[in-house]
């Protein structure tokens, strides 16, 4: 027997139809299902008629299990990693397994279909030419808001995952970073019942989510117009140096915005310095002279 094969199996983000034949059949004849959380995806196996035994793959054992999982398929097992919804390793669980599959030699496969990032991009009215997927952003409010300022000049489309309990803050912190005009667009709940593509300047769509509360349910994805204008990169870099400062020491905050935007560090300490408060930390950042 050869060694097996694992294939990568997109599955609905919300709607059972929007699954493909070949993903049906690959899940019914392959040996063993990887599934995110066995109990998600039962849900969909029953509805086909699929009986494939499946074992969970998650973010908390997915290290651990990946040699175990290679070890049958170089045994001669076909597997197929399947996330809750969607494109499995689209911030969903897998890296571990799929490289370490590709290090042992085995032939990965990919079974496309379903992704919530694409779908919402596709009735989002945005550009699509080119776009930077960000993912979830911190869930703690100056991290946050550090990491949307690092975006300001992105001139992609951004592309956003984010929690139900969060998104309200999230826009709004959207709308005070990259600015009230920049155009966005919420897709919630894409494929079910309540899908809903809300799509306004950011300040205008704070406002409107933050007054609905079926604004605030169910699975999101936000996309974020690109920057029209780039900024220079050494108003870019004080910007980011200022907004660090709040957090570090003048010297800590030239350090971390040099090494952000590639401005020099000693330039940025002293422009800080020029205007640093009484309270302020004097020692220079490492190296200045």
Known sequence: MGIGRLYVVATPIGNLEDISARALRILAEVGLIIAEDTRTSAKLLRHYGIDTPMRSCHEHNERRIAGELVAMLHAGTDLALISDAGTPLVSDPGFDLVRSAHDAGVEVIAIPGPCAVVAALSVAGLPTDRFAFEGFLPAAAAARRRRLSELVSEPRTLVFLEAPHRIAAVIADMAAVLG?????????????????????????????????????????????????????????????????RQYLNPGQAAAAASEITGVGRNELYRALMASKAPSDDDSPPAGEC
């Open 180 to 244: 009230k005009e920049r155009l966005a667009a919420l897709a919630r709940e894409l494929t079910k019942i309540h899908e809903t593509v809300v799509r306004l300047p950011l300040a205008e769509l704070a406002a409107a989510v933050a007054g609905d509360d079926d604004n605030q349910r169910g699975e999101m994805v936000i996309c974020v117009a690109g920057s029209e204008v780039r900024i220079p990169v050494a108003v870019e870099g004080l910007r980011v140096a200022r907004l660090l």
